[in-house]
């Protein structure tokens, strides 16, 4: 079945580095894809939509600058988050829809925590 | 905007019981599609359900069911033989049917399986 991954599984950095999150759709190809951020214990909010060839599309309160998001190809979409503070510590998860399918289908997320 | 809520922050049912769990929401769309998530402690998103708006009978998979009621904006989760592995956290999500597929999310429920 469709899968969709993400690397790193979880990343430890120091406050003010930025990190990179992959997610990649691995046997169909997504023209869209988003990004969400859980916090423990809560629901997933959306971040962002990552379009291919395009600029991401932002959910309102969500700092652009803050996290960067780049659809790379048909199959890979990356955030970013730079000068990381312990505040963005988080879980983060991304979703590929296989439109043909009709069907959405999410990465294993990323936990992230900046000391 | 639309929004989508879970009353019931957390349940608990007996090995082999049935529970259910409550979802409304709220939109001015005619045409949507709603979603029951299963959220393990691994945090991987796993589909439960999903119902079409415009299709009366309820969805069913297996031991799980939907009541849908379009016109009180209701879409419950009935877990029938409920199985130690059920317990997660389960979220409601709504998504238009207009060709986006980004998904609001409930804030979720916590379902505990007592053995």
């Known amino acids: 079945g469709a899968v969709v991954s993400q690397h790193p599984s979880w990343v430890i950095c120091k406050s003010g580095t930025s990190v990179k999150i992959e997610c990649r759709s691995l046997d169909f190809q997504a023209t869209t894809m988003f990004w969400y951020r859980q916090f423990p214990k809560q629901s997933l909010m959306l971040m962002a939509t990552s379009n291919e060839g395009s600029k991401a599309t932002y959910e309102q309160g969500v700092e652009k600058d803050k996290f960067l998001i780049n659809h790379a190809s048909l199959t890979l979409s990356t955030l970013t988050v730079t000068s990381a503070h312990p505040e963005d510590s988080s879980f983060y998860i991304c979703?590929?829809?296989?439109?043909?399918?009709?069907?959405?289908?999410f990465g294993p997320g990323t936990r992230l925590l900046v000391l | 905007a639309q929004t989508v809520t879970q009353s019931q922050p957390e349940m608990s049912v007996q090995e082999a019981e049935t529970v259910t769990l409550s979802c409304t929401y709220d939109?001015?769309?005619?045409?949507?599609?709603l979603f029951w998530y299963k959220q393990p402690p691994s945090r991987q998103m796993i589909l439960v359900i999903r119902?079409?708006?415009?299709?009366?009978q309820n969805a069913t998979e297996n031991r799980f069911s939907v009541n849908f009621q379009k016109a009180a904006k209701s879409f419950s989760l009935k877990i029938s033989d409920s199985q130690l592995g059920d317990a997660a956290m389960y979220f409601c999500?709504?998504?238009?049917?207009?060709?986006?597929?980004?998904?609001?999310f409930g804030t979720g429920t916590r379902l505990k399986v007592l053995a």
């Open positions: 939109t001015s769309e005619s045409d949507y599609y």
């Open positions: 119902q079409e708006a415009y299709k009366q």
């Open positions: 999500a709504y998504r238009s049917a207009g060709g986006t597929y980004k998904y609001i």
């Open positions: 979703s590929a829809p296989r439109t043909a399918q009709e069907t959405q289908y």
